[in-house]
């Protein structure tokens, strides 16, 4: 079973900061890339940022200059630095990951979300 599970969820106030992580387990072969998406009370979900396997970054515009993503290829570990925080952040962040394992040649695998609550 292939399984990725967030941690690091929480309450925070407005300005401060928060690190999410992400661990991805099971019989996988490879990940190519990772990215975080956060889904807010009556929104679509959204992207945050994504990160390839060779390193390279892409970030919603909202979250540019204040979330970091960065990866652990070696443990199978995605990052989500948070700083800056404001209200609007406020949301369920979700991990995904495609991955080639032993289910399917390539697929996308999705975290069962953890809450992030900025209060202003």
């Known amino acids: 079973q292939v399984q990725l599970v967030e941690s690091g969820g929480g309450l925070v106030q407005a300005g401060g900061s928060l690190r999410l992580s992400c661990a991805a387990s099971?019989?996988?072969?490879?990940?190519?890339?990772m990215g975080w998406y956060r889904q807010a009370p009556g929104k679509q979900r959204e992207l945050v940022a994504t990160i390839t396997s060779g390193g390279s970054t892409n970030y919603a515009d909202s979250v540019k200059g204040r979330f970091t993503i960065s990866r652990d290829n070696a443990k199978n570990l995605v990052y989500l630095q948070m700083n800056s925080l404001k209200p609007e952040d406020t949301a369920v962040y979700y991990c995904?990951?495609?991955?080639?394992?032993?289910?399917?040649?390539?697929?996308?695998?999705w975290g069962q979300g953890t809450q992030v609550t900025v209060s202003s």
């Open positions: 099971g019989s996988i072969f490879s990940i190519n890339a």
């Open positions: 995904n990951a495609n991955m080639v394992t032993v289910v399917a040649p390539t697929g996308d695998y």
